[in-house]
């Protein structure tokens, strides 16, 4: 692969943590192009994609003509994505990823130009951001994956992050799909987790913390292993000790501070790092022994001389809930037949392939176990997983998840193919959504 091996992906924590949607084609456009900005950079310039690269990071032949093609389209549709990113005042700008973009028919490249409001969030970044190579996410096969592999780097030094649901859907931008939890965990979370731990530096396992019966949070243990790229490249990143402020920014805002009092408190207030962190460190032994369900509004107490961060927290805690809740009472229903159809086939297919593996799995037979139990132990982060006193353990709550997808791996095109069998629809992927598909012909005497 052309890709070169020093190419680095340097964003602000801002952008990683904005809400938008992409196909992976088109996020793979972007990463190419991000992968050329230059730390010395004072503007923009006009980024050239070669479409032989572009195709190199699909994972498809080189003489895929349709993907020739469809680059001009995916530029096309890149020109109308938007993205939210969240200002400090409690704002969201919202701007397109590109301001404009020059396809050369047969000549193998297109010129892309980023939309200059991007300019803070990715030239002469000096504290707050996150790099990583390239090369970690160009063979991940979903959006979300590449977008929870960021979202977790982020917080590779301090080695968690936790994220409501409903915020992580908001920041994944599928805040109206996956009412179902289980579904949600197992197309998006699992899913993740399987490709960054075949693919990536860094994988993770994961905590569901509950009210009552509802899972309302996720909590995300980062788990560093040995690269499979070929070589390591140096990460570039801002000298952080235990008293770097945006750090303790970071930590803050993870533990439930909204951004504005974390600034105040490290900013204005100048309270001392070091006496944050013990702080930050008790909020958390305290609420791992469920002593403290509300971390944000026990930390800030602690923190706060006058209470006033704290009770102005517990007030925007009261406002956002109530407004989570006006939010989701009034969600749309009105959803066309196609999209309910749509939704509907997934549901199906999802529980058909966890049937399927299901019977795989208990067919099974030794040599198929050894191959799997070679291929988990060549593997740093799945044999951190799944292998206990040196053998698979297979009581393990992942053990059925990696093997089926081990004995069963699924091909991107797998659920078009099986609608298109199965049901007589035949489909194909929108570029207007990484989660819709089109309906191209349909027989009305199946549903």
């Not at 402020?245 to 207030?269: F, N, R, T």
């Amino acid at each position: 692969m052309s890709i070169k091996k020093n190419s680095l992906i340097v964003k602000s924590n801002d952008l990683i943590n904005s809400r938008y949607s992409l196909s992976v084609s088109e996020m793979r456009l972007i990463l190419l192009m991000v992968s050329q900005v230059s730390k010395d950079d004072e503007d923009f310039k006009t980024y050239r994609v070669q479409i032989k690269d572009f195709i190199e990071s699909t994972g498809k032949k080189k003489n895929s003509q349709n993907l020739y093609s469809r680059a001009k389209e995916y530029s096309k549709q890149l020109m109308k994505r938007v993205l939210e990113i969240p200002q400090e005042n409690g704002t969201h700008l919202q701007v397109t990823f590109l301001s404009s973009a020059l396809y050369y028919p047969g000549q193998g490249y297109v010129d892309l130009r980023f939309d200059p409001s991007l300019k803070p969030y990715l030239l002469q970044l000096k504290s707050r951001f996150t790099s990583y190579d390239i090369r970690n996410v160009l063979s991940l096969r979903s959006f979300h994956s590449i977008r929870i592999y960021e979202l977790l780097k982020q917080y590779e030094k301090i080695g968690n992050r936790t994220f409501k649901v409903d915020e992580l859907k908001e920041i994944l931008n599928i805040a109206d799909n996956y009412s179902n939890y289980n579904l949600f965990k197992r197309r998006v979370i699992e899913q993740a987790q399987k490709e960054l731990t075949k693919n990536c530096d860094i994988t993770f396992q994961f905590q569901e913390i509950k009210l009552g019966r509802k899972v309302v949070e996720v909590k995300f243990t980062i788990i560093q292993q040995r690269s499979n790229l070929n070589e390591i490249i140096p990460i570039l990143s801002p000298t952080q000790s235990t008293q770097d402020p945006d750090l303790i920014k970071e930590e803050l805002m993870q533990m439930g501070i909204s951004g504005e009092d974390a600034k105040l408190i490290v900013d204005q207030q100048k309270k001392d790092p070091v006496y944050l962190r013990e702080l930050i460190q008790e909020t958390q032994r305290k609420f791992e022994a469920g002593k403290v369900k509300n971390t944000g509004a026990y930390l800030a107490k602690l923190i706060s001389t006058e209470a006033q961060v704290s009770s102005k927290y517990q007030k925007q805690a009261v406002e956002t809930q109530k407004k989570k809740e006006v939010e989701q009472s009034t969600k749309r229903n009105n959803k066309s037949n196609d999209k309910k159809l749509i939704k509907a086939l997934k549901e199906e297919y999802e529980e058909y392939i966890h049937f399927q593996e299901e019977k795989a799995i208990k067919s099974a037979n030794n040599t198929q176990i050894e191959a799997f139990e070679k291929q988990v132990k060549s593997n740093i982060g799945m044999s951190r997983i799944l292998i206990k006193k040196g053998r698979l353990d297979k009581e393990h709550d992942l053990y059925k998840v990696f093997f089926g997808g081990f004995l069963l791996p699924r091909d991107e095109n797998d659920f078009e193919k099986w609608v298109l069998n199965n049901k007589g629809f035949q489909i194909k992927k929108d570029l207007n959504s990484d989660e819709d598909y089109v309906i191209l012909a349909k027989q009305k005497s199946i549903f």
